[in-house]
């Protein structure tokens, strides 16, 4: 079954403090893509990250980075050295080969980073 | 170049009524998505097109509601008999390539209130 789990509903972090925010997945597939999106209070969904099952690794975007691993189904996303701006709901999502493009999301987990 | 564009943004309707959205995806995108989002939960998958063809649809996707894209670019979601359930934010995404599972750029939502 596909399923994303992202436990942490809410996290509050002071400015400059480092955040990682935790996302589990469970899929059946062999070839799969994980994503991050961030949704800040205006709504509209921001693409963060895509990745495909076949690379494990890490990869780092200015103050964001990613930790894939495999053998613990996990895709977890940190921010280093918080700021406000950071503040947003942010989803994990899956799609697995076999199913096409759609998207499964978890619940998501709300960061507010506070000055 | 624009982003998705979705109208309206907010609509408000009474049980039993009719409603459209329209939705607007990035010039040359040829496949769309929607999904919908109720509060305090990640999107949930309704359907996709690629060009003018749906391809999937969810179950959620109940025969009260319908999708098109007539000429492959702008697409409607349609619900029928409104219920209170219904009320949820619509999202629609685009991506611009045919290859599997390509990052999907979303629009702003409409946002439903069913009374």
């Known amino acids: 079954a596909q399923k994303v789990t992202q436990a942490q509903t809410e996290i509050s972090v002071v400015e400059k403090e480092d955040v990682t925010l935790d996302c589990v997945y469970e899929t059946r597939d062999t070839t799969y893509y994980l994503f991050w999106y961030k949704q800040p209070p205006s709504g509209e969904l921001v693409f963060l990250i895509r990745?495909?099952?076949?690379?494990?690794q890490n990869e780092i975007s200015g103050r964001y980075s990613w930790n894939f691993q495999k053998s613990t189904s996990s895709f977890n996303f940190t921010i280093t050295a918080s700021q406000v701006v950071d503040s947003a709901v942010y989803f994990c999502a899956l799609s697995e080969a076999q199913y096409g493009d759609k998207l499964i999301f978890g619940t998501g987990t709300r960061l507010q980073v506070f000055p | 170049d624009t982003g998705v564009s979705q109208n309206p943004r907010h609509k408000i309707t009474k049980r039993g009524q009719n409603v459209t959205f329209r939705c607007d995806p990035i010039s040359e995108h040829n496949r769309l998505y929607w999904y919908r989002q109720t509060l305090g939960q990640g999107p949930e998958f309704l359907t996709y097109f690629q060009n003018e063809a749906q391809l999937e649809k969810s179950r959620l996707l109940s025969d009260r509601f319908s999708a098109e894209r007539p000429k492959g670019s702008f697409s409607t979601l349609e619900i029928q008999r409104t219920e209170q359930g219904d009320s949820a934010m619509y999202l629609c995404?685009?991506?611009?390539?045919?290859?599997?599972?390509?990052?999907?750029?979303f629009g702003p939502g409409t946002r439903l209130t069913v009374t």
């Open positions: 995404a685009s991506s611009p390539r045919d290859i599997v599972a390509y990052e999907q750029y």
């Open positions: 990745r495909n099952s076949f690379d494990e």
